[in-house]
């Protein structure tokens, strides 16, 4: 498993927290570590999805993801 942790830009309450960890829980192959205003972390199985699958995830949601390591 895989550790990812995005810098999220464009959350700014309670529900956009819920719906970026909402968004992350549908991808297969993904666990939520932590989802704040600003950053969410995961850890996903990289025989499942790949870290853009990951990260697509959040931007369809119509947030921006400014960093990620």
Do not use: P, W
Not at 22 to 36: I, K, Q, T
Not at 47 to 63: F, K, M, W
Request: include cysteine.
């Amino acid at each position: 498993m895989r550790t990812l942790t995005m810098n999220i830009s464009g959350m700014t309450c309670g529900h956009c927290v819920k719906a970026v960890q909402a968004a992350l829980n549908a991808v297969d192959g993904v666990a939520v570590e932590s989802v704040a205003i600003g950053t969410a972390t995961v850890r996903f199985d990289e025989a499942l999805v790949r870290a853009e699958q990951v990260t697509q995830a959040v931007l369809d949601e119509g947030y921006l993801v400014t960093a990620s390591n």
